[in-house]
Each structure stands twice: as structure tokens, then as C-alpha cells.
């Protein structure tokens, strides 16, 4: 089984840039980024229960790596540099570390969590997001996603940028995200912290300068933390071109 993908830029040479979204995203949020990084080839892909496969789901982070190594054979990516953000950040870190990394050339992460090191705290957060599944599955998404933008990890997000999220947010189905928040949810995920330190590969960890809560992350853990200046938990929506700039000087001096 594979994920829907699209490409872009498949007549220029070199590694492809694969791209995973972040919770409620999809593939094509991507492509403003993607039309600053047009010396590559991309691959956008869509993450189980989200836009265009929506009819995939992913039991947990070994599925979620399965699927996407499934869907790069088939669209027959041999050497690649993995980009995910949120969600989408942690599956690539997730797939980094323990999936099959034939052909993986290096990972760039913005704002996703490497992982709860304390176990009562990943049982906390299960219970969390159980709670926020149980009201995506029950409630009109459009009220839930105006409670959910406002989260501290948005606090830089104004009423105006807030609102487009939720209009933008809402034809997703809320049993999908119910059911990605459970499967994928940060306490299943492993801690990670010791498998990137470790990594052989380059590794980038981006966020915004607004985004102290990943910042003071990447402290703690002594990860390659880049700042992406006059944004937020969402860097790249909020400067697609500042961070395309970093991207292609990473690949220029990597790929």
C-alpha cells in the first residue's frame, strides 16, 4: 500500500526533497516552499488519514515508516532528503532512526518533538490527545479547531491568521484526525533523542524564532538548531522563501 504523493521539478537531476506535512495539513501546503527549492525534485506526500489518503490509516510509527518506504519504491526515489514538519516532523524522525534508510541522504525537522523521555508523561499525553480525539470524532470541527489554534504552541498566531487556519482546517474529516491523534500520537512515539545524536547523516532542526517552546528542545538536547527569523511553530507557511533560502544552503553544502 502507498501513500498519495505528487511531484514537482522532475526534470531537474539530483536528490529528490520528500516532504511530510504536519496534523490537519496535506501535500500541496508544501508548494510554495517547493517553487523556491525548484533546482530539485520534490515529492509531497499526503500522511495516512489526511487529504488524499484519507483512506489510509497507520497504527502506529512503524506503519507510518512502512508507508512511506512503500511509497518511495514506488515512485522510484533512490536518494533522497526526508522534511517534515509537526507530525510530519516526528515520522521522519521516527523513520530516520529505526525505518528503512536505503537511499536516505539527510533530515531536515521543523518543530516536530523527538519524543517524552519520563513515562508518566507520555501516558499524560495519550490521555491528551485522547481527549482532543474524542472531540473531533463528537463536536463540529469548526468549533474544535477554533479551541485548538488556540494552544500555546500557536500563541504568535493573530485572531485574523487563526480564523484562515480554521477555514482552511475544516474539510478534513474529524473521525481521520481523532484517529491519527491516537495512533500517532507523541506519547506512542519512542524517544528519540539518543538514535539522532547518533545519526550519520546531516540533520537540520528548524523552527521559528517566535517558537521558543522547540528552541529551548533543541537546547536541551544539544540538537543542530537553525532559526527561521519572524516566524513561528509553522515556519514554513509563515516565511516559505527565508526557508527555502536555508534548505537550499543545507543542500548546497550536503546534497
Known amino acids: 500500500m502507498t501513500l498519495a504523493c505528487q511531484r514537482y521539478n522532475t526534470h531537474n537531476e539530483g536528490p529528490w526533497l520528500v516532504w511530510l506535512h504536519g496534523l490537519l495539513g496535506e501535500g500541496c501546503e508544501w508548494e510554495p516552499v517547493i517553487q523556491a527549492c525548484h533546482e530539485y525534485p520534490s515529492l509531497v506526500i499526503d500522511l495516512p488519514r489526511h487529504g488524499d489518503s484519507a483512506s489510509i490509516g497507520a497504527r502506529n510509527f512503524v506503519d507510518a515508516s512502512e508507508l512511506l518506504t512503500e511509497t518511495l519504491k514506488a515512485q522510484g526515489i533512490n536518494h533522497y532528503w526526508l522534511i517534515g514538519y509537526s507530525l510530519g ?24 518533538n523527538p519524543g517524552l523521555y519520563d513515562a508518566t508523561e507520555r501516558q499524560n499525553r495519550i490521555a491528551h490527545d485522547k481527549r482532543w480525539a474524542e472531540r473531533f470524532r463528537d463536536e463540529p470541527i469548526s468549533d474544535v479547531l477554533t479551541q485548538w489554534y488556540q494552544q500555546p504552541v500557536f500563541a504568535d498566531l493573530s485572531d485574523e491568521r487563526r480564523q484562515l487556519l480554521v477555514e482552511k482546517r475544516r474539510h478534513n474529516a474529524g473521525f481521520c484526525i ?66 527555502a533560502a536555508v534548505i537550499n544552503h543545507v543542500l548546497s553544502l550536503f546534497g
Open 89 to 112: 516532523g516526528r515520522i521522519a524522525m521516527y523513520h530516520a532512526c529505526f525505518g528503512d534508510t536505503s537511499g536516505l541522504m539527510g533530515l531536515i525537522v521543523e518543530g516536530g
Open 178 to 243: 481523532a484517529e491519527s491523534l491516537e495512533t500517532l500520537s507523541l506519547g506512542h512515539q519512542p524517544w528519540l533523542v539518543s538514535e539522532l545524536q547518533q545519526l550519520t547523516l546531516p540533520f537540520i532542526w528548524l523552527c521559528g524564532e517566535k517558537d521558543k517552546k522547540f528552541q529551548a528542545i533543541a537546547q536541551q538536547y544539544s540538537l543542530p538548531l537553525t532559526t527561521i527569523p519572524q516566524a513561528g511553530h509553522n515556519a514554513h507557511q509563515a516565511q516559505p522563501v527565508a526557508y
